[in-house]
Nanobody
Framework: QVQLVESGGGLVQAGGSLRLACAAS????????TAWFRQAPGEEREFVAA????????VYRDSVKGRFTISLDNAKNTLYLQMNSLKPEDTAIYYCAARSSGTDYSSSSTYDYWGQGTQVTVSS
């Protein structure tokens, strides 16, 4: 069992930065595929970035490539999402997720564990 708690959201102006954190408890985070998703009002939850395993490069949705960076601190059992050059269209609730295994890392239905979400609002 894995419990996930996100933090770090907030209000920022366009062009600014935020770093989201997702602290895991219960089991070692590095044993799982981990990812960030987001959901804007009236929209479906969408994939943002995935840290698949220690043997693979992270993957990102096209619209955040070059601006967002996903990373995992094994010592702290915490997943991060560094977000730079933020745009108003990045406004959403951001969720971290984890699963023991799977193939389609961008599909939210394949993840077993979810945090409660943290609000990110980018003003223009």
């Amino acid at each position: 069992q894995v419990q996930l708690v996100e933090s770090g959201g907030g209000l920022v102006q366009a062009g600014g930065s935020l770093r989201l954190a997702c602290a895991a408890s219960g089991r070692i985070f590095s044993m799982y595929n981990t990812a960030w998703f987001r959901q804007a009002p009236g929209e479906e939850r969408e994939f943002v970035a995935a840290h698949r395993d220690i043997f693979s490069y992270p993957v990102y949705r096209d619209s955040v490539k070059g601006r967002f960076t996903i990373s995992l601190d094994n010592a702290k059992n915490t997943l991060y999402l560094q977000m730079n050059s933020l745009k108003p269209e990045d406004t959403a609730i951001y969720y971290c997720a984890a699963r023991s295994s799977g193939t389609d890392y961008s599909s939210s239905s394949t993840y077993d564990y979810w945090g409660q979400g943290t609000q990110v609002t980018v003003s223009s």
